[in-house]
């Protein structure tokens, strides 16, 4: 991952976090001082085909124990805030409403509308009630379910994506949970989801179909704990089943903009980022020696007058990578970052050199393409490698036995760390750099992140005291600048500027190089030493192309011993398609296996607790 793009993540995350802390969310109200527990909860719903009307009964078991209540009380959504869409809310509303206790217990029913919410009172005030008792709460809610939702495999369906029991909802434990959804026709997809908000866990049960109807089931919720069922249905079974929107209050109350308040943030964002801006230009300039061509340094003790880089300038077409500088160094050095492609390519050029050999292992079904690699060591390594080099032999192959990629997969994300950090120390220590770039990248990324939560706070005291929240705005922007600006921020000295020219030299070269031009001695494979840089270059298809192109005319092309494949025929090395799904393949994977370690898919439905509209909570009261 690049350092643009770690650093838009990351502001994604600190905007997500200003949203989350400004929005004024309002989730069902719960009781207070709820007693005992329910001991069994059985939803039932019935969604139409005309209109998406849901037809709901609730039988609850409700253990009082031997404390006193009047019975059960019940929250139920009827104005729901939508996550990305800040003006509406989505209504929901609840109608029909009836109670009773098959055990007889007092089942009178108090309806109130309370803060975008339904609050049902079961029982009556003036008695009170111990010991377990049954009791059946029906209503109908329209507005539930939502016509054509697009899945991200691209399927449309009708779905119902219900908050059965809303997470924060009880403040009571519940057992022996089941719901129960039935639709106009069979469906073809369901999920259920259990835990706090955002959990994506499965429902013990997660749904049996069974003709139009699918079950589900949790054996146990804590308190607090929510769940949440989507079913989808073949687009176009729920006709006129439209959710219902209504406006919702915007910034502008909030915000106060006007034209002394807007001119005041309006100045003080732009000095800020201004002044961010020229700090970070000025600080991240690269260096360069003066007088002299790029790419050439002073000899040896001569200091050179060094200055700033105030612009590119063109570089020689360079044949041969610079002296004595390995791939992953290259990379680094290159885009300021020490990619997974570094340290993948890395592992390569010690394969090129004779440390280990990568052999493809043959996959379970004989039509698949190889997916696992078998790193065999050929020869010692200690003291003849760079560090960072050495780490990673070390942590790949700590015993000097052979080892499956996929066996280290897990293992694999910590050593591409613990590499990466040793390739900043290097490129450091060599003094192609004023500072470590992750060191001062980070410096950079905190202080604006600081500011940005500094930005938080100060418009969260100016929106509790109703002052102009707007004039919090410049600490936010200047702070999301400062962040914005980290990736800039590291600086080559005038050695590291002069190495970079070698280096852009060689990469045009990799670049425009044609078959013809190739030259090289006899018993030199240019073609694998050089595939490492090509690697990093993001160039490995097209150096593989001008290997073919070579062989095509009629010059020979020895076959590598550091890379065996499965079946070895005549010219694989030469045919692109099949480098493609060999070597190719290993480099990707090696770089890939940092982000896809412990990851995980399942069929279905995708979600999370609380993500889908409505929600029922409660206790006693």
Not at 50 to 59: H, I
Not at 74 to 101: F, G, H, K, M
Not at 450 to 457: E, I, P, Q, T, Y
Request: glycine fraction near 12%; charge should be negative.
């Amino acid at each position: 991952m690049t350092a643009a793009r770690r650093t838009a993540s990351l502001l994604v995350l600190a905007l997500l976090g200003v949203a989350a802390l400004t929005l004024l969310v309002a989730p069902p109200a719960r009781a207070d001082d709820s007693v005992g527990h329910i001991a069994r909860l059985d939803v039932g719903a019935v969604v139409e085909a005309d209109g998406g009307t849901v037809r709901v009964e609730v039988d609850l078991t409700y253990d009082f124990g031997d404390d006193e209540a009047h019975g059960p009380f019940l929250v139920l959504a009827e104005l729901q805030e939508i996550a990305d869409d800040p003006d509406r809310y989505r209504r929901l509303t609840v109608d029909d409403v009836t109670a009773e206790s098959p055990t007889g217990a007092p089942a009178d029913l108090r309806v109130e509308h309370d803060g975008g919410a339904v609050q049902l009172y079961i029982g009556d005030e003036d008695v009170e009630v111990t010991g377990v008792h049954d009791y059946r709460v029906t209503y109908t809610v329209d507005g539930l379910p939502t016509p054509r939702v697009a899945g991200e495999d691209g399927t449309v369906r009708d779905e119902l994506y219900w908050n059965v029991v809303a997470p924060g909802g009880f403040d009571v434990p519940i057992e022996d949970v089941t719901v129960t959804v039935t639709g106009p026709v069979p469906p073809e997809a369901s999920a259920c989801y259990v835990g706090r908000t955002g959990s994506d866990t499965a429902c013990d049960g997660a749904g049996e179909t069974r003709g139009e109807r699918v079950d589900f089931a949790q054996e146990r919720l804590d308190e607090g704990e929510g769940l949440s069922v989507a079913v989808g249905w073949p687009a176009g079974t729920l006709v006129d089943a439209e959710p219902v929107y209504e406006p919702r209050r915007t910034w502008t109350n909030t915000m106060q903009l006007g034209p002394l308040t807007g001119g005041a943030a309006g100045a003080a964002t732009v000095l800020g980022a201004g002044a961010a801006v020229v700090v970070a230009s000025r600080r991240g300039r690269d260096k360069t020696y003066l007088a002299l061509t790029p790419g050439l340094a002073p000899a040896d003790g001569q200091a050179g007058t060094v200055g700033p880089v105030r612009r590119r300038q063109p570089v020689a077409v360079r044949f041969t990578p610079p002296d004595d500088v390995r791939p992953g160094e290259v990379g680094t050095l290159h885009d300021e970052v020490a990619d997974p492609d570094d340290v993948s390519a890395t592992l390569v050029d010690l394969a090129v050199r004779g440390y280990l050999r990568i052999e493809e292992v043959a996959p379970e079904k004989a039509d698949d393409d190889v997916s696992d690699w078998r790193l065999v060591p050929l020869r010692d390594w200690a003291g003849e490698v760079e560090a960072y080099e050495r780490a990673l032999l070390d942590a790949l192959l700590p015993d000097g036995e052979p080892v499956a990629l996929s066996e280290v997969a897990e293992e694999y994300a910590a050593v591409v760390g613990a590499t990466q950090e040793a390739l900043y120390r290097t490129v450091t220590e060599h003094g192609w750099f004023a500072g470590d770039p992750s060191a001062v990248r980070n410096r950079w990324l905190v202080g604006g992140l600081g500011l940005v939560g500094l930005g938080v706070l100060v418009t969260l005291a100016l929106v509790l005291l109703r002052w102009p929240a707007v004039l919090g705005v410049p600490l936010l922007v200047v702070g999301i600048v400062v962040a914005a600006a980290s990736s800039a921020a590291p600086a080559r000295t005038a050695r590291g500027t002069a190495v970079l020219a070698q280096t852009l030299g060689f990469r045009q070269y990799l670049a425009t190089a044609e078959a013809e031009q190739i030259r090289f001695e006899e018993g030199q494979d240019i073609f694998s030493r050089y595939l490492p840089y090509a690697i990093v270059f993001g160039l490995t298809e097209r150096w593989a192309q001008i290997l073919a192109d070579v062989a095509a005319q009629g010059r020979h092309v020895e076959s590598p011993g550091w890379y065996v494949p499965l079946a070895v025929g005549h010219g694989w090395w030469t045919q692109p398609a099949v480098f493609a799904t060999s070597v190719g393949a290993f480099a990707a994977a090696a770089s890939s296996a940092v982000t896809s370690a412990g990851a995980s898919s399942s069929p279905g439905m995708s979600g999370s607790v609380g993500g889908g509209a409505g929600g029922m909570g409660g206790g006693s009261w």
